[in-house]
């Protein structure tokens, strides 16, 4: 049996992805629409104000092709705060003309395998910033969960752990080759979501992402244990962007 890798949890990540019914929009009378703007922008305001306390992080992105419109994206200390924020999403009036193609719940996670032994990294202030980030404010953001192949000699959870760290290592320094260019969130959903990692990436400049992950697919840990779910791809929003996107 080959041993569980350590892990260290921060904040829990809900990936929230709204797909707008334009038809019902376009319905609703101009004051309607209006109304139902500054409603969604006052329940935005509450929801980024968590980032001035450090109790949390929000992002808003409009999502590019046919999978969902926006993508709201909440990190809180815990769940119940997440369930909370869906009920009071859902229940406001922007809530009701649009559905919810995707959505992904993980809490960020960094695991142990680059992180000296004799370290104490929860007294470590740097450490700590990357367990609850505040999310990088870059223009476009890449978002998409996998898991380590379990099939044959390809078994991740069989591998030993020497193996892995040298694995991860080779990984962490393709990632690093990004660094100023790519930030990443690695959350973690084992027992939470459908996939066993989130990915989620932030950049001003989309063409790294391509890159990156192409880079990546061609290092073992991807080439011999990734496996990906779909891809979603985000501009960020400003309150101003999203309410000329609402507004005709
Ligand atoms: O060295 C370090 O301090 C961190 C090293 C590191 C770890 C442990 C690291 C660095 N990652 C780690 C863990 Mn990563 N990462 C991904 C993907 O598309 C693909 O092929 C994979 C999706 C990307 C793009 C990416 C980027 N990483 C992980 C894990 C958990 C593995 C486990 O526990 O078994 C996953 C699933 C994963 C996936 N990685 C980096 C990056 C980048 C850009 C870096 C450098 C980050 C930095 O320097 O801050």
Redesign the pocket.
Known sequence: MSQA?K?YEGWFAYHDFRKIDWNKWKSISPSGRQEIILELLDAIAEFSSVENNNEGSFGQYAILGHKADLLFLHLRPNIDELNDIKTKFNKLGFAGITSNPYSYLSVV???S???DPDTDPLSDPAFRE?LQPILPKTQYTCF?P?N?RRLGEDN?YRISVDE?KKM??S??????S??GK???I?T?SIGLDDW??G?S?FSDDPLY?KK??TE??F?E??ARF?E?GSFYVGCRLTNEMLSSMLND
């Not at 990984?171 to 690093?176: A, C, L």
């Open positions: 890798v892990t996670e960094l695991s395998y680059t992180i990357r998409y996998m380590k991740w892995r991860m290592k990984h962490g320094v393709i990632g690093r990004y660094s790519v930030r990443q690695i973690g066993e990692w990915v990436l992402f990156l992950i990546m697919r290092d840990v991807s990734g990906f």
